[in-house]
T-cell receptor
């Protein structure tokens, strides 16, 4: 496997469910990101981890809970979501040079539908 | 307040001609700019970037121009090919932060 992978690619969940999105990067990077892309809106940064430490939390509701056990893996734990949380969730990684002109590389995304 | 704007939601160009995609920004602290391409059901793919110390960067058929005084950047694709049909996003960041601000994207259609 190369690049950034995400599983599952599609997810349908009820508002009372608990699920997790997984991201893995094979690029040797030190920083990982979660983004949300809703229809007709720009990509919105949710969380950033650098060397397993959270360095950005963009006022995301607590029903989204990130976890970064090591620099290659990133999870997004979901619980009691709302229908408006339906979106494409993208993971990205970058070298982690303290945010200096970094290029982020994206995974294919997880298309989430909350019923 | 949207700091990065792509005012054209779509663009159609004949194969072999030049495609010009535009992006405007408002934050003068941005010093690194990127273009990404996105196909349906895939994540954005990095295309080309430019630092604010430059006004042009070229990579094959793709050239990015930066006009700092106008807070404007553009992506030129020459010659355009049908495989270039995708949504193109510009993004901007400030050194010392991990935050990218993305535009809403422009859908390019290259007609054969």
């Amino acid at each position: 496997e190369t690049g950034v992978t995400q599983t599952p690619r599609h997810l349908v969940m009820g508002m009372t469910n608990k699920k997790s999105l997984k991201c893995e990067q094979h690029l040797g990077h030190n920083a990982m990101y979660w983004y949300k892309q809703s229809a007709k809106k720009p990509l919105e940064l949710m969380f950033v981890y650098s060397l397993e430490e959270r360095v950005e939390n963009n006022s995301v509701p607590s029903r989204f809970s990130p976890e970064c056990p090591n620099s290659s893996h990133l999870f997004l734990h979901l619980h009691t979501l709302q229908p408006e949380d339906s979106a494409l969730y993208l993971c990205a990684s970058s070298q982690g040079r303290a945010g200096f002109q970094e290029t982020q590389y994206f995974g294919p995304g997880t298309r989430l539908l909350v019923l | 307040d949207q700091q990065v704007k792509q005012n054209s939601p779509s663009l159609s160009v004949q194969e072999g001609r030049i495609s010009i995609l535009n992006c405007d920004y408002t934050n003068s602290m941005f010093d690194y700019f990127l273009w990404y391409k996105k196909y349906p059901a895939e994540g954005p793919t990095f295309l080309i970037s430019i630092s604010s110390i430059k006004d042009k960067n070229e990579d094959g058929r793709f050239t990015v121009f930066l006009n700092k005084s106008a807070k404007h950047l553009s992506l030129h694709i020459v010659p355009s090919q049908p495989g270039d049909s995708a949504v193109y996003f510009c993004a901007a960041s400030t050194s010392g932060t991990y935050k990218y601000i993305f535009g809403t994207g422009t859908r390019l259609k290259v007609l054969a």
